[in-house]
Nanobody, 123 residues
Framework: VQLQASGGGSVQAGDSLRLSCAAS????????MGWFRQAPGKEREFVAA????????LYAESVKGRFTISRDNAKKMVYLQMNSLKPEDTAVYYC?????????????????WGQGTQVTVSS
């Protein structure tokens, strides 16, 4: 599966953005999918994940209640709806996938990565 993220941009604090990740390949519906981000000078961090069936989702504490991950297996798309954005959400956001049929967990590692999309939130 190849992944391509899009939808980033520059917004004001409190605004919303929706990131999209388009996947290619016939096995997308068997992939757990996640979103990660990396701010300047910081390590990449987990943001959110959804299981292959979308029956299981997981969020970082810092985004819980503000971000929502979703997927459309028919369209081979994963989304990250980001509301109430804060300056500390500024980062390059990456989508990632892994062939995995089970629930998602913080320990799950991902094998397929897309290019990043920049999100900049100004105060």
């Amino acid at each position: 599966v190849q992944l391509q993220a899009s939808g980033g941009g520059s917004v004001q604090a409190g605004d919303s953005l929706r990131l999209s990740c388009a996947a290619s390949g016939r096995t997308f519906s068997s992939y757990a999918m996640g979103w990660f981000r990396q701010a300047p000078g910081k390590e990449r961090e987990f943001v959110a994940a959804t299981s292959a069936s979308a029956g299981s989702t997981l969020y970082a504490e810092s985004v819980k209640g503000r971000f929502t991950i979703s997927r459309d297996n028919a369209k081979k798309m994963v989304y990250l709806q980001m509301n109430s954005l804060k300056p500390e959400d500024t980062a390059v956001y990456y989508c990632a996938g892994r062939l995995w049929a089970g629930s998602v967990s913080p320990k799950l590692t991902y094998t397929n990565w897309g290019q990043g999309t920049q999100v900049t939130v100004s105060s």
